[in-house]
């Protein structure tokens, strides 16, 4: 397999998947991706010579190549350090490049044909016959292909921008709370974290979402029934309507006023479940106080 002079590169998933490695680790995973896509094949772990495309110590590529692999960023297979999204993009960059081989061959033939059809008549100011196809204007190369893979572009910067913000605080939350921290976006993912913004009326009102799952004893494991809830436990429609409606607020039987229960973030917490506890409501009250 050889090389190609480029492959794509999805810039929100590079952040999103990447955000929790240290500077390091950041290093030496696009240096490995990109001397897959330089030479078509995984680099041999031949740490001595890495190290020196690292531009640090043996010992230290080493460690961060073992920390990757720990953490399924990258594989040892047969001696290579392989990523296997390098791979499968080097693959598609080089079925692209034959594509526009073979277009651009079959444009070059067919202007050949053209050609050898012209008939040159005696009298040199009489126009050849063939002259108005001759001047035709070149075809534009086929547009080519996006294929379906499992992570592609988002339609807007603002999309790209809003699953980064999403999937950032729930990690900030994570950290907190000892919930699984998001290590990467799968096209699905994705697809629920947009629509659960949208249900939450946009990113104030996710961010509301999480606050108010942060704070349920039940979702961070503090109750008698020890359960713990996830990315993927969020973002599940059903489950985030619940989170939304206050179904997780604590609740103590005690009465508590409105302004008792209401807590730093606008939302009713323990024991005070009411009207008030939807995040539709608070993001209508906080953009009321607002002026808006």
């Known amino acids: 397999m050889s090389g190609t002079p480029y492959i794509r590169f999805f810039s929100d998933d590079w952040i999103a998947g990447t955000q929790h490695l240290d500077l390091t680790e950041r290093g030496v995973l696009i240096t490995i991706v990109a001397l897959t896509a330089s030479t078509g094949v995984p680099p041999l772990a031949d740490y001595k010579r890495l190290a020196r495309r690292f531009g640090c110590t043996s010992a230290k590529a080493r460690k961060s190549v073992a920390a990757l692999v720990d953490l399924g960023k990258l594989r ?33 033939a067919k202007k050949e044909e053209k050609g050898n059809k012209i008939k040159v008549s005696d009298d040199a100011t009489a126009l050849p016959p063939h002259m108005p196809e001759v001047c035709q204007p070149e075809p534009e190369p086929e547009p080519l292909k996006k294929e379906d893979t499992n992570v592609s572009l ?26 699984p921290k998001v290590q990467t976006i799968s096209l699905a993912r994705r697809t ?50 619940k989170i939304m409606e206050g179904n997780y607020d604590d609740r103590t039987s005690a009465p508590r006023t409105a302004d008792q229960n209401r807590g730093p973030s606008g939302y009713t917490q323990a024991g005070g479940r009411g009207p008030d506890a939807s995040i539709a409501s608070i993001v209508a009250r906080r953009r009321i106080e607002r002026g808006q």
């Open 76 to 108: 040892i297979v047969d001696g290579h350090i392989v990523n296997g999204r390098a791979l499968k993009e080097v693959g598609i960059s080089q079925k692209l490049c034959e594509k526009q081989s073979e277009n651009a061959s079959a444009r070059w």
């Open 154 to 179: 988002l339609d807007t910067a603002q999309a790209f921008d809003e699953i980064a913000q999403a999937v950032e605080a729930y990690n900030e939350a994570s950290m907190r709370t000892g919930w």
């Open 192 to 241: 629920a974290v947009r629509a659960r913004i949208k249900d939450a009326g946009g990113m104030e009102g996710w961010g509301i979402a999480i606050s108010k799952a942060e704070a349920s004893s039940f979702l961070t494991g503090r109750t008698d029934r020890p359960f713990t809830a996830s990315f993927d436990f969020i973002i599940k429609q059903e489950n985030f309507t």
